[in-house]
């Protein structure tokens, strides 16, 4: 379903590789609604053991129910702020995370007879997940691009935020997207662009994950959870039934129907669509 890496995404990996020296944090920004599947590992590679700064994106819109073990696993490489960036409280949270960062960082330069200067960040997720909005807040000032559209940042940038520097990057997807799923759930959070894909084969990838998931959501609208293909096409027809969307001479749209529920999907709230890390591990 999914051949998806742009070359700016591969060039900006190199980049990063050649520069993790000049970098004092990495600052990982997750959408919490996916917290494995919206983290590049090979970040980890990249930063070394340079520290991490998680930040759970979204977090309005995850499942907080199923968060905690999620957390749990980041903590054990890094610090871990849970916020949404457009709220009220995003900017005082994260901007004490980050000047406590500079304050170890002095400490530790004094002690060393150095002086500090400003802490250098670099700011790193997948397409869409809110790297200009975090760029933004942090600056108090519309110096990144934002869209609700991946791949919107195409360039570095470096902002000045007093004891910190941070620099935005291109979203980073996966090198290769592992499987049709890890795809679906990229795609339902928007850090894919929907045109790039086959539409036939991202509402059958998607409307399983809601199946499995969370089919209660399914069940609201009037449909039943189904994961074979016939099933799965048999409920979208049924979904333009029940919505009145036909074609001419009384043809159900089923592109429009799919469509309808593609955006109903990515407006769902209180969703979590991974299982942890713990959980990988018992299966």
Not at 142 to 147: D, E, F, L, P, S
Request: with cysteine.
């Amino acid at each position: 379903m999914i051949h998806w890496f742009p070359g700016h995404m591969a060039k900006e990996f190199k980049s990063l590789k050649e520069k993790q020296k000049l970098f004092d944090l990495f600052i990982i920004i997750l959408d919490s609604r996916i917290p494995v599947s919206s983290f590049n590992p090979e970040i980890y590679k990249i930063a070394n053991n340079k520290p991490i700064l998680f930040i759970f994106n979204k977090s309005d819109k995850t499942d907080k129910s199923k968060l905690d073990e999620f957390i749990k696993q980041y903590e054990k490489r890094g610090k871990v702020i849970i916020t949404n960036l457009k709220s009220k409280t995003a900017y005082n949270k994260i901007n004490s995370a980050l000047n406590s960062c500079f304050l170890e960082l002095k400490k530790k330069n004094q002690a060393k007879g150095k002086l500090t200067p400003s802490l250098k960040c670099v700011v790193v997720g997948v397409p869409n997940v809110g790297k200009s909005t975090f760029i933004n807040l942090m600056a108090k000032s519309k110096v990144a691009k934002v869209g609700a559209i991946a791949g919107i940042t195409r360039s570095e940038q470096w902002i000045n935020c007093k004891n910190y520097l941070l620099l935005d990057t291109p979203g980073l997807l996966m090198p290769k997207i592992e499987n049709d799923q890890v795809g679906a759930k990229l795609a339902i959070v928007g850090s894919i662009r929907q045109e790039a894909l086959n539409q036939n084969e991202l509402i059958q990838e998607i409307y399983r994950l809601v199946s499995n998931y969370y089919p209660d959501r399914l069940t609201k609208i009037n449909l039943e959870p189904a994961f074979e293909e016939i099933d799965i096409l048999n409920n979208i027809a049924k979904y333009a039934s029940d919505n009145n969307l036909l074609l001419k001479n009384s043809v159900l749209d089923t592109n429009k129907a799919t469509n309808m529920l593609i955006s109903y999907f990515k407006n769902l709230d209180n969703v979590i669509y991974d299982i942890s890390l713990n959980e990988e591990d018992n299966e």
